[in-house]
């Protein structure tokens, strides 16, 4: 991290993370907001990049093996998780989340001073207040941009994702960063044999910006059910996860489930004409449970959480950089997101991948 009271030229973190124009203490040097001008007629907004990035400590099955009574053969059998990345203690997640925005910049071909909103995603802020959202924005080099944090837990990269595509298709924002990060190492109580090797730590960034595209990210349907709300949570006092696992299961795999084939018909579209489903990764049986009911065959499936467990509001996006470099998403890909999370909320959407077509300046 870099003091901002004093440093103005560019300067590289200990994650490799450059950073430029960083702000200083003088009231006159702050930026000031960035006026929008009007977005032309008759364009959409889309996904024109993506970026991800995980801590460097990688913590295996045999670590709780050799804590708990478990196995890796019991784990990877009821969850499908084998390995996952946690920060290293007091380690801030701020860079991690700004590492994933400036790969997702790149991606996009798209500088920071272009971003005009940062949503930032997450249960796990580094601090109670300021958000995380700003300091991203600030190691970024975003100057000026707006910048906000949204927590609706493991549902939250798709609240902001629709918030997102709000902004740009009202002109109130032309270029907007959305990135799911967090740090559920943080609030993981290792003791507890059911939730200890369910989580892990990582950040995944998306650019949403307009274009003239067919479908771009389209309306989600958003719920919650906070009736349920106790059957997953952690409080100020406890501060760990605590879930009721069984429930969880059965109404993420209903929700989801209902969810997408809400914005199925919403967007006039059938399983059939799904390229990729990604939802949150936070099961494996979850997942495939829910592609079941939807009907969607294995090899439209994303999953990664053998790799990163369950890493709640960044594990979508974390989902679409994996599918990407493993070849099953292509440019104009027809994509199902869908998440459930403690509250309960969820959400799923129907979005087209990187069409390209055209690039608004």
């Keep these: 991290m870099i003091d901002a009271a004093t440093a103005t030229e560019p300067t590289t973190t200990a994650r490799g993370l450059r950073i430029t124009g960083a702000a200083t203490a003088t009231p006159t040097a702050l930026p000031r907001a960035r006026s929008r001008r009007p977005l032309p007629r008759g364009l959409t907004a889309g996904l024109f990049g993506v970026g991800a990035a995980l801590p460097e400590r990688e913590i295996d099955n045999q670590h709780f093996a050799d804590r708990l009574d478990t196995s890796d053969e019991w784990i990877v059998r009821r969850t499908g998780i084998r390995t996952r ?18 790969a ?6 798209r500088s920071a001073d272009e971003v005009d909103h940062v949503i ?58 959305v990135c799911g990060a967090e740090a559920l190492s943080r609030l993981t109580d290792t003791e507890d044999r059911g939730t200890a090797v369910l989580f892990g730590d990582g950040a995944g960034a998306v650019v949403v910006a307009a274009g003239e595209l067919d479908r771009g990210v389209a309306r989600f349907v958003l719920g919650c059910d906070p009736e349920q709300g106790d059957l997953l949570y952690a409080d100020n006092e406890d501060r760990k996860l605590r879930m009721e696992g069984r429930e969880v299961y059965r109404h993420a795999v209903a929700r989801m489930t209902e969810a997408t084939t809400q914005a199925l018909e919403a967007s ?7 390229d990729l489903f990604v939802a949150h990764q936070a099961n494996s049986r979850i997942i495939e449970s829910a592609a079941n009911e939807l009907g969607v065959p294995h090899e439209k499936l994303a999953i990664n959480v053998d790799r990163v ?16 470099r493993d070849g099953l998403l292509q440019p104009g890909a027809t994509v199902a997101l869908a998440a459930f999370g403690a509250g309960f909320v969820w959400g799923a959407g129907i979005v087209s991948w990187k069409e390209r077509q055209y690039v608004c300046a």
Aim: hydrophobic share 50%; with cysteine; glycine share 10%.
């Design 104 to 109: 997702a910049l790149a991606d996009a071909g």
């Design 309 to 324: 467990a369950n890493t709640s509001s960044a594990s979508i996006p974390l989902a679409l950089a994996q599918a990407e």
């Design 268 to 274: 006039g579209l059938g399983v059939d004409d799904l």
């Design 85 to 102: 990345r946690w920060l290293a203690e007091g380690e801030p997640l701020a860079p991690l989340a700004a590492e994933a925005c400036v």
């Design 120 to 177: 930032v995603t997450t249960i796990t802020p580094d601090r109670v207040t300021p958000g995380l959202a700003p300091e991203v924005a600030r190691l970024i080099g975003a100057h000026g941009a707006s910048a906000v944090d949204v927590n609706a837990a493991c549902a939250g990269f798709l609240y902001g994702l629709d918030q997102a595509a709000a902004l740009v298709e009202t002109g109130r924002a032309r270029v907007v960063l």
